[in-house]
T-cell receptor, first 115, second 110 residues
Framework: GDSVTQMEGPVTLSEEAFLTINCTYT??????LFWYVQYPGEGLQLLLK?????DKGSNKGFEATYRKETTSFHLEKGSVQVSDSAVYFC??????????????FGRGTQLTVWP | DAGITQSPRHKVTETGTPVTLRCHQT?????MYWYRQDPGHGLRLIHY???????DKGEVSDGYSVSRSKTEDFLLTLESATSSQTSVYFC?????????FGSGTRLTVV
């Protein structure tokens, strides 16, 4: 079935460090891919998305490229800030039959950034 | 998010009691979802709805039921709460290009 595997955490970085959180997926067809962010005590917020192969999603300095050949959608940021501390979820959306529009989530990666 | 609200935000209940969580949307979206979030598991789908009175099971539906009598409300009921249902519950609506999530309900079953 459709699934997402993302890098286990926690990830701890110093401010201004480079961030990569790996995400790979298994899906039939052509899913859309997402990164969601969850700040402490809050719900999930959409960070970025890509709907087809080679698309790059970007927002708030974060980027991820939809790589069909490697079934990956890794999240990157060149210089993290303390305010980026949160849990990050990779997700895919399928578009077939009864599962139309369903999101499948990875387990989440806790990021902590120290000043 | 202004378009989706969950109630209550926090609840403590005793084992064996029924509990109902409410999700209310003002966006008139057709699709609504209930997820639970647990450490090490991410978010897992409990039930979803694709219209009034149209619902279906997700991957962790045992012990839960749902109802949707109006477009704007999607109710999740724990028929007889157990300690394994202690979790944070999130409702979401789908706009087709991604979900909008509520702020969550933290449920503790003692």
């Amino acid at each position: 079935g459709d699934s997402v595997t993302q890098m286990e955490g926690p990830v701890t970085l110093s401010e201004e460090a480079f961030l990569t959180i790996n995400c790979t997926y298994t899906a039939t067809g052509y899913p859309s891919l997402f990164w969601y962010v969850q700040y402490p005590g809050e719900g999930l917020q959409l960070l970025l998305k890509a709907t087809k192969a080679d698309d790059k999603g970007s927002n708030k300095g974060f980027e991820a490229t939809y790589r069909k050949e490697t079934t990956s959608f890794h999240l990157e940021k060149g210089s993290v800030q303390v305010s980026d501390s949160a849990v990050y979820f990779c997700a895919l959306m399928t578009g077939r039959g009864s599962t139309l529009g369903r999101l499948y989530f990875g387990r989440g990666t806790q990021l902590t950034v120290w000043p | 998010d202004a378009g989706i609200t969950q109630s209550p935000r926090h609840k403590v209940t005793e084992t064996g009691t029924p509990v109902t969580l409410r999700c209310h949307q003002t966006e008139n979206h057709r699709y609504m979802y209930w997820y639970r979030q647990d450490p090490g598991h991410g978010l897992r789908l409990i039930h979803y709805s694709y219209g009034v009175k149209d619902t279906d099971k997700g991957e962790v539906s045992d012990g839960y039921s749902v109802s949707r009598s109006k477009t704007e409300d999607f109710l999740l009921t724990l028929e007889s709460a157990t300690s394994s249902q202690t979790s944070v519950y999130f409702c979401a609506i789908s706009a087709g290009s991604g979900y909008t999530f509520g702020s969550g309900t933290r449920l503790t079953v003692v």
